[in-house]
């Protein structure tokens, strides 16, 4: 069956790092987009980054822009989001997902930024920055 499974998430001061993990089972992510979304509470769930297996395009959400860095690991099936610099206001649940070959979103057509079009969804793993 297909699984996503995100680890890494934690505490972690401002200006700190964390890199997110997204192991993927029952698919293969070298033919897959992987996104990468958050929601924090009372807040819309958004897509932060997205890396299509199409063209190997990538996208980020304006505000981690510089900070945040999405990266394969196709022959693990594995996708990592690096996240840098990070800001008390990047605290949410992150979630990875996944689709065939192209991410749904892009910085010209945002149909899928807040996670329509995505297949299959990770349970999640909880980023906290906070000092």
């Known amino acids: 069956q297909e699984q996503l499974v995100e680890s890494g998430g934690g505490l972690v001061q401002p200006g700190g790092s964390l890199r997110l993990s997204c192991a993927a089972s029952?698919?293969?992510?070298?033919?897959?987009?992987i996104g990468w979304f958050r929601q924090a509470p009372g807040k819309e769930r958004e897509g932060v980054s997205c890396?299509?297996?199409?063209?190997?395009?990538?996208y980020y959400l304006d505000s981690v822009k510089g900070r945040f860095t999405i990266s394969r690991e196709n022959a693990n099936n594995t996708v990592f989001l690096q996240m840098n610099s990070l800001k008390p206001e990047d605290t949410a649940v992150y979630y990875c997902?996944?689709?065939?070959?192209?991410?749904?979103?892009?910085?010209?057509?945002?149909?899928?930024?807040?996670?329509?079009?995505?297949?299959?969804w990770g349970k999640g793993t909880l980023v906290t920055v906070f000092s």
């Open positions: 890396s299509s297996a199409s063209d190997g395009s990538t």
């Open positions: 997902a996944a689709v065939p070959w192209s991410c749904p979103f892009s910085e010209t057509d945002p149909w899928g930024i807040y996670g329509y079009g995505m297949d299959y």
């Open positions: 029952g698919i293969t992510t070298d033919r897959y987009a």
